[in-house]
């Protein structure tokens, strides 16, 4: 019986490592995602407008996107790091907007680099 218990608990626990692993993951495939979406909106209103948006609300209020997404490891729209685009000496005037957006969290993917990185 003792080593009947001993086993369930060995396999529980590979079990439960699979599982977290399986859930980070998960995590950072949605994390590709929003990053993909947001870009190519901030892509798309670039191309229509002529320059970036202002922040990433404006996305949402010119309906780009439906709403700015949760970043899955902060679990907050508002982490977002938006990324200012170069200023243009040929239009002095124009805000530069934002030109790329980044996770706002401090954790290391699965394959060793920064969330903030991707």
Same mark, same amino acid.
């Given at each position: 019986?003792?080593?009947?218990?001993?086993?369930?608990?060995?396999?529980?626990?590979?079990?439960?490592?699979?599982?977290?692993?399986?859930?980070?993951?998960?995590?950072?495939?949605?994390?590709?995602?929003?990053?993909?979406?947001?870009?190519?909106?901030? +892509?798309?209103?670039?191309?229509?407008?002529?320059?970036?948006?202002?922040?990433?609300?404006?996305?949402?209020?010119?309906?780009?996107?439906?709403?700015?997404?949760?970043?899955?490891?902060?679990?907050? *729209?508002?982490?977002?790091?938006?990324?200012?685009?170069?200023?243009? *000496?040929?239009? *002095?005037?124009?805000?530069?907007?934002?030109?790329?957006?980044?996770?706002?969290? +401090?954790?290391?993917?699965? +394959?060793?680099?920064?969330?903030?990185?991707?």
């Amino acid at each position: 019986m003792l080593i009947v218990i001993t086993l369930v608990t060995i396999l529980a626990g590979m079990a439960m490592a699979n599982y977290r692993s399986g859930v980070v993951r998960a995590r950072e495939a949605v994390l590709k995602e929003d990053l993909f979406r947001l870009r190519d909106a901030i +892509d798309q209103f670039y191309a229509d407008k002529g320059q970036y948006p202002a922040d990433l609300q404006e996305l949402v209020s010119e309906g780009y996107i439906r709403r700015v997404p949760e970043d899955p490891f902060t679990e907050s *729209p508002e982490t977002w790091v938006q990324i200012p685009a170069e200023f243009n *000496p040929q239009d *002095p005037a124009a805000e530069p907007g934002i030109f790329d957006v980044k996770s706002g969290s +401090d954790a290391t993917g699965l +394959d060793g680099t920064a969330y903030a990185e991707w």
